[in-house]
């Protein structure tokens, strides 16, 4: 009997013009590996291992430097009304901000009862 079933997949091949047709490289690599599928195990494995071996080989900081390229001032005055903040407070420390070197950028915000740089 399997030499009927051989016999009929010859002929379904026979009758199915698409067969017939040469494979393209993509066709040929694709069956390479279909046919030796124990080649594709191996390369997961390979895959696999030599990922595990290069993400536990990475450097790791517990407490990395990070340098933020901004900074906050808040100064709170309870009870003060925005204008009183911005002419005691805000002003004032702005003044001295600004003369520190490598400032690009300043602006400030008073509201009640705190300003903020």
Known sequence: MPQNDDHRL????????????????LGRISRFFIERYRIVFLLVIAVLVWGSFSFSSLKRELQPEI???????????????????????????????????????????????????
């Open 10 to 25: 010859q002929d379904q091949h026979n009758n199915i013009p698409e067969l017939k047709q040469e494979m393209n490289i």
């Open 67 to 117: 340098t933020l390229p901004y900074g906050f001032v808040t100064i709170p005055y309870i009870g003060a009304a925005p204008e009183e903040i911005e002419k005691l407070i805000t002003d004032k420390v702005e003044k001295k901000i600004d003369e520190m070197s490598d400032i690009k950028q300043l602006s400030s915000y008073s509201s009640y009862g705190v300003s903020n740089i």
